[in-house]
């Protein structure tokens, strides 16, 4: 059973990063004379290889006796979004109102959810936007699409984090005369970018 999972996984992972890749040459938005189509599914692989290695780091390296699953950044908001997630079988409306914030009545999604999540509160006293949420309810809308596969999560979070990252070359490209190809490489490749945006990570 485990071995068709793995498979299964493997598989639905290769489809959508094949659509996603298709993408890059039919999208205008990744279309720039500075940059080949070819680089740019080059670099959102080694992109997406890294984000597998970040959860390697994450499940393999760091796995020890004293580990723990709610503690891990990249696990922390994904096993939260299940909460969220179940709601859509039988409360579809309860998952509509979190997922658009609009879940006024405090109390009952409090009892009903939130006391079940470990991360949609912050433990500490902050005045600062809690953005855990928008991580968590991401997660949620991608388990739709991502039938239980954490790679797809990662294919996804990487592909978020690419178009950002294209966003901002293209808004600087211009500043950078003759050497915009090696920019975008820089760019990309900087090893603290590539690691920690890499993840299903608020990064």
Known sequence: MR????LMEILVTSLYLAILLYLFKKWKFFKTSWVS????RGLFIIKFITGLIVFWVYTGYYSNNKYN?????????????????????TKPLDFAKI????????????????????????????HIFNDARVIIRINALLRIVSFKFYSIHI??????????LFALFKATAKHIKSKEKLFFICLLLTPSILFWSSGVLKE
């Open 3 to 6: 071995l068709i999972f793995v």
């Open 37 to 40: 189509t070819k680089l740019l």
């Open 69 to 89: 699953r709610q503690d891990a950044d990249i696990f922390k908001y994904y096993d939260d979004s299940e909460i969220i997630y179940n709601s859509l079988k």
């Open 155 to 164: 294919l996804a979070f990487c592909f978020i984090s690419y178009l950002g």
């Open 99 to 126: 997922i658009l914030g609009l879940d006024f009545n405090k109390k009952y999604y409090s009892s009903e959810y939130y006391i079940n999540m470990n991360h949609w509160d912050n433990h500490y006293r902050s």
